[in-house]
């Protein structure tokens, strides 16, 4: 029976990476997750077992350390950059690379000024907020790079309403004109930095404003659904990111139902000291895609497969 190889790639996931740069007494932490996979003429490998254009994923892991070592890690985009480029151009058979990294945030533990002074700053807790993602893909010619966040747990009290929806005979959800809108937000951001030669983003410095942005717009939206959120916040990263051209959120809404409310009476939508039932399934998933007009979609509508 005739068969052919189809889309396949290979390398280490998960390579956990950690480097501390010292400044003194003063320490910086960078926490990185990295899985690296590689494609190109892999014919051979699948069909006869020949090893010869394999170049060994112990290697890859080997590299992803050296690297950190020799040049630092000094965003998780620029690391991700710098892996591709030298999979593809060390070697023949490698055409592509793909480089997705996580990176956890550790804050500093404040210390007395005296223990300060004595033993420096090398003392962190981990970030609770969300984790920050990256994927660089180069194929020798352009770049694509994506960088992103999950888990990142945002609520508003109050200015969030949802009615006027379609109703059928299975319909049963009340209007409310005050309720509590609460997510955990995925997103991927694509930048518009596609090849060598053009002006590179300070990778550290969207990444924070990209961030912000993206929490401004949720809180600043008084929202007659999450969906209109959701484009909101899509839109203003677009509007004062020239460097980013395509936004991706998968938002699950954070169901808060009131307990034992009164829609008419005093304990009803909004009432103060209103206490509610926070579910965790099942959850609406409110997901879209926000462009600069006349950009292409390229991030895939399933985040959980990037
Ligand atoms: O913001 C919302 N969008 C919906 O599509 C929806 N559906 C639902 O039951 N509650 C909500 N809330």
């Known amino acids: 029976m005739p068969t052919m190889l189809g889309q396949n790639q290979y390398g280490k996931a998960e390579i956990r990476v950690v480097r501390i740069t010292r400044d003194g007494a003063t320490h910086h932490i960078k926490d990185l997750n990295v899985s690296v996979a590689l494609s190109g003429d892999m014919e051979d490998v699948h069909r006869s077992g020949s090893n010869a254009n394999v170049l060994p994923t112990d290697t890859t892991k080997n590299t992803v350390f050296a690297f950190a070592r020799e040049h630092g890690i000094e965003s998780a985009e620029q690391f991700g950059i710098h892996l591709a480029r030298h999979f593809v151009t060390s070697q023949e058979p490698l055409h592509r690379a793909r480089?997705?990294?996580?990176?956890?945030?550790?804050?500093?533990?404040?210390?007395?000024?005296?223990?300060r002074r004595e033993r420096g700053e090398h003392s962190f807790v981990r970030r609770g907020q969300e984790t920050r993602l990256a994927q660089v893909?180069?194929?020798?010619?352009?770049?694509?790079?994506?960088?992103?966040?999950?888990?990142?747990?945002?609520?508003?009290?109050?200015?969030?309403?949802?009615?006027?929806?379609?109703?059928?005979?299975?319909?049963?959800?009340?209007?409310?004109?005050d309720r509590v809108l609460a997510t955990s937000v995925t997103a991927r951001w694509r930048f518009n930095w596609t090849e060598d030669g053009q002006a590179m983003p300070d990778?550290?410095?969207?990444?924070?404003?990209t961030k912000r942005h993206l929490l401004r717009a949720f809180a600043e939206t008084y929202s007659?659904?999450?969906?209109?959120?959701?484009?909101?916040?899509g839109a203003r990263i677009i509007e004062h990111r020239d460097e980013v051209d395509e936004v991706r959120?998968?938002?699950?809404?954070?169901?808060?139902?009131?307990?034992?409310p009164e829609p008419s009476g005093p304990d009803?939508?909004?009432?103060?000291?209103?206490?509610?039932?926070?579910?965790?399934?099942?959850y609406g998933l409110i997901e879209a895609t926000v462009l600069r007009e006349g950009c292409e979609a390229l991030i895939p509508a399933d985040l959980t497969n990037l």
């Not at 007659?224 to 916040?233: A, E, K, P």
């Not at 009803?268 to 099942?282: E, H, I, K, L």
């Open 99 to 115: 480089v997705r990294i996580e990176e956890y945030a550790w804050d500093r533990i404040a210390t007395s000024g005296a223990h």
């Open 203 to 209: 990778w550290e410095t969207s990444y924070e404003h």
């Open 137 to 177: 893909t180069y194929d020798g010619e352009r770049w694509e790079v994506v960088s992103g966040l999950r888990d990142l747990a945002v609520l508003n009290s109050t200015d969030s309403e949802f009615h006027g929806f379609a109703r059928d005979r299975y319909t049963t959800l009340e209007e409310t004109r």
């Open 249 to 260: 959120f998968s938002l699950p809404n954070r169901h808060h139902f009131q307990v034992d």
């Open 224 to 233: 007659l659904s999450l969906q209109q959120t959701v484009y909101r916040m």
């Open 268 to 282: 009803g939508d909004g009432a103060d000291g209103a206490v509610y039932f926070a579910a965790d399934r099942p």
